[in-house]
């Protein structure tokens, strides 16, 4: 027991033993704690402690503090100086006081105390003890509670002992300091565990009561202290229920985690499950996730449907207009600039075009196919001078991503504010430059495709059209937030720690949802073209499931937020608290790949059998 953790009680302390025991009593019959806890209160050694702690607060309390340190030299230089004055009785006197033996000698102790000179020199370990090559054998012995002890155990293959194959950060093992990874269990509750199987040890622990006696031989690595590792944070891409994982080897050594939750990895030595606990959650016990590698290999085997479904392809003849990219909105007929995406337009493509359209993309899903794990982030303090981190609205065709953006922009339109695309074509008498389109002559335009100044750009009607990242500074330095409507292939030319991006995916709901809040709904085909309008089909619903599917298995590691649009009511008033929960937080967890490009997060790995959970 460390006398220090009392010492805020004061002199009373073996006063509030009494009342402590009797609350303790009080429980003692119900709970096992308070059984243990009577029972260590009662102990003479304890009530001895007690007593031995007043008196060091006492003395504690007076702060002794010698005045001399080197009292014995002081009184020699002293007596040379008493022989040169005259010889009186009284010097005579002091002059063989200082002489005596026993003065001399109660002089040196004085100076040792003084000086802290009394702690006992030991006599250095023999060399026959250090070459010896005999076992060391530990007793551990660890109170058992209702929680498990928080280690796994597993068979050594070359040797058949079974040993501490992981110990969990947080549990009762890993507080207790006694018990580490590698070491051999030769006996539990004086029971040999000689030639038995993990699975026959568990129960062995289960029925203990009381406390558990581990004899041990610890492992030869332990002697070596291991630095202290850097904390790292890690955000889920993918929800995790361990009551649905048949693979995990103890449920309730598991932890449970939703896509976007903060991580704090405590191990990650082992090849297929790591080690961690929820943000703010370190001080409790650790557990088990599944590793990148491991949920890796899960997805492989399990690719979407949507990698290989064939596509569809037109047939010769069929000149029905599709737009590449079209968007659910309100019919309301309000009109606000900038809203345009006239560099995405819908054109006619013919049977040929569209085959190879297809095969390239077909190629492109299989060759950049990424399954979405974690991502390592790091804690960013905003300051109140910072500007308002972009807002990246990303999502398939149809799926209501403009009519989102549109609906924030008309609830607050001194927050939050849009980009005005630029374009090559002549101006129209009812547009305003900067307003309508910032409109610029072909050679600027392609000068600034050349020094990366476009997020993206295409060409329509012989004309470039295109999102300009001066478009988006302009909106930043106005200090509102600048919501941006991109493909997800384009996310990384703002991937920035320079605009640090907040990524909010909009998701269709399935295909029945689909039907019912869609098929009435019209979309418009061509920008220019008004009047171009065409309602959903079941195409373009099967069309845009897969599109969502094929663009989170892709870049579902650079979503924020993942908000599924049934109803347009219900995602727009998600997307706005979202928004402004972002806003208001003190501490954003960033990727690190903002701060350190060039150090990307290496895993420690080490191979083991899992055998059992105690």
């Known amino acids: 027991m460390r006398l220090t953790v009392y010492g805020k009680f004061g002199p009373s302390l073996c006063r509030l033993r009494s009342p402590a025991m009797s609350e303790t009593e009080s ?4 709970e096992e704690d308070y ?4 029972s260590m209160l009662m102990e003479k050694k304890l009530h001895l402690l007690f007593k031995i702690h007043e008196r060091l607060k006492h003395f504690e309390e007076c702060t002794p503090i010698p005045i001399e340190e080197n009292a014995m030299i002081l009184a020699s230089d ?3 100086e008493l022989i040169f004055q005259s010889w009186r009785d009284e010097v005579k006197e002091l002059v063989d006081l200082f002489s005596k033996p026993h003065f001399k000698s109660l002089l040196f102790v004085h100076d040792a105390v003084a000086q802290r000179d009394f702690e006992p020199t030991l006599p250095p370990i023999p060399d026959d003890v250090l070459d010896s090559d005999e076992e060391t054998v530990k007793i551990v012995s660890l109170v058992k509670t209702k929680e498990p002890l928080g280690a796994t155990i597993k068979k050594d293959r070359s040797t058949g002992a079974i040993v501490v194959a992981r110990i969990m950060r947080g549990g009762a093992a890993d507080k207790s300091g006694l018990i580490h990874e590698g070491d051999e269990l030769k006996e539990v509750n004086g029971i040999s565990l000689e030639h038995k199987k993990p699975k026959e040890i568990v129960p062995l622990l289960a029925c203990s009561k009381g406390e558990v006696k581990f004899k041990i031989i610890p492992a030869s690595s332990n002697a070596e202290m291991s630095p202290k590792k850097k904390k790292l944070f890690l955000r889920a891409l993918f929800d995790y229920n361990p009551l649905e994982d048949p693979a995990v080897p103890c449920k309730d050594a ?3 985690f939703k896509r976007s939750d903060i991580l704090q990895i405590e191990s990650m030595e082992d090849d297929t499950w790591w080690q961690a606990c929820h943000l703010g959650e370190s001080s409790t016990r650790a557990g088990l996730i599944p590793s990148q590698q491991l949920h890796e290999r ?5 690719r979407p449907k949507a990698l290989f479904k064939p596509q569809r392809v037109k047939p010769p003849g069929d000149e029905e207009t599709k737009p590449e990219d079209v968007d659910y909105r309100a019919i309301t007929g309000i009109h606000i600039a900038g809203l345009r995406r006239s560099f995405r337009l819908g054109r006619k493509s013919t049977w040929a075009k569209e085959a190879a359209r297809s095969r390239r993309w077909s190629a492109v899903v299989h060759s950049t196919f990424t399954t979405p794990t974690y991502i390592e982030v790091i804690p960013h303090y905003r300051d109140p001078t910072d500007r308002h981190r972009l807002v990246l609205l990303v999502g398939p065709s149809g799926v209501g991503v403009s009519e989102l953006k549109r609906r924030l922009l008309i609830s607050d339109p001194d927050h939050y504010g849009i980009t005005v695309p630029y374009t090559t074509r002549e101006k129209s008498r009812q547009e305003i430059d900067g307003v309508d389109y910032h ?10 495709i050349l020094n990366q100044r476009f997020i993206e750009y295409g060409r329509h009607s012989g004309h470039y059209y295109g999102t300009n990242l001066d478009s988006v500074h302009r909106v930043m330095a106005e200090g509102k937030v600048c919501l941006l409507d991109v493909h997800p292939c384009k996310i990384k030319k703002v991937y920035t720690s320079e605009f640090k991006p907040y990524v909010v995916f909009v998701k269709p709901p399935r295909i029945e949802e689909l039907r019912l809040t869609r098929r009435r709904a019209k979309f418009i085909c061509d920008e220019e073209d008004k009047s171009s309008m065409r309602i959903f089909s079941e195409e373009d619903f099967e069309d845009m499931i897969d599109s969502a599917e094929t663009m989170e298995n892709q870049c579902g590691h650079l979503f924020d937020k993942v908000i599924i649009n049934g109803d347009i009511a219900l995602a727009f008033r998600e997307l706005k608290a979202d928004l402004k929960r972002v806003e208001e937080e003190d501490v954003q967890w960033i990727p690190a790949e903002w701060i350190c ?4 997060t290496q895993a420690r790995r080490s191979c083991g059998y899992l055998g059992g959970w105690i």
Do not use: G, I, T, Y
């Open 35 to 38: 059984r243990f806890l009577h």
């Open 298 to 302: 899960r997805v492989a085997l399990q």
């Open 27 to 30: 429980h003692s019959d119900r």
């Open 597 to 600: 490009p060039s150090s990307p």
């Open 439 to 448: 409109f610029v002559s072909v050679h600027k335009f392609e000068e600034d």
């Open 254 to 256: 598991a932890l449970a």
């Open 78 to 80: 002293l007596a040379m």
